[in-house]
């Protein structure tokens, strides 16, 4: 049985993953689609409510979905991730930021870039 202060910071972990996703899709960088999969783990151990809202959500299920069957990602997120790290990275460059915050964020970038692009993409059947 999980305690009552366990089940709470689930529940802070899933409304802040869930508040930083929607924050993810309308700014570049910020990755949406790991924190809509942080907020599934975290709801599916404090919020059950939370959970269930994710699954039947048009923009989120599929995501979870082919998470949770096989580890996928779908090509089009890929595409749209990889598109959000370029604009970001060219923003940084256009802005002349500061070299080790230049050197940090591009390297993140590219970490975030291999590994997505490592997945596998999601193969839909007829």
């Known amino acids: 049985m999980m305690t009552k202060s366990k089940q709470f910071l689930y529940q802070v972990i899933a ?38 809202f994710l699954h039947q959500n048009k923009f989120t299920g599929p995501a979870i979905y082919n998470w949770n069957n096989g580890r996928v990602i779908s090509k089009n997120s890929k595409i749209m991730s990889s598109i959000s790290m370029f604009f970001c990275a060219f923003i940084l460059i256009y802005n002349e930021v500061n070299s080790y915050i230049l050197f940090f964020s591009l390297s993140g970038m590219l970490v975030g870039f291999i590994w997505i692009w490592s997945r596998p993409i999601v193969v839909k059947r007829n």
Do not use: D
């Not at 899709?25 to 151990?45: D, Q």
């Open 15 to 52: 409304v802040f993953s869930l508040i930083m996703a929607f924050v993810g899709v309308l700014v570049p960088g910020i990755p949406a689609t790991e924190f809509v999969l942080l907020c599934a783990w975290s709801s599916s151990k404090g919020s059950p409510r939370i959970y269930r």
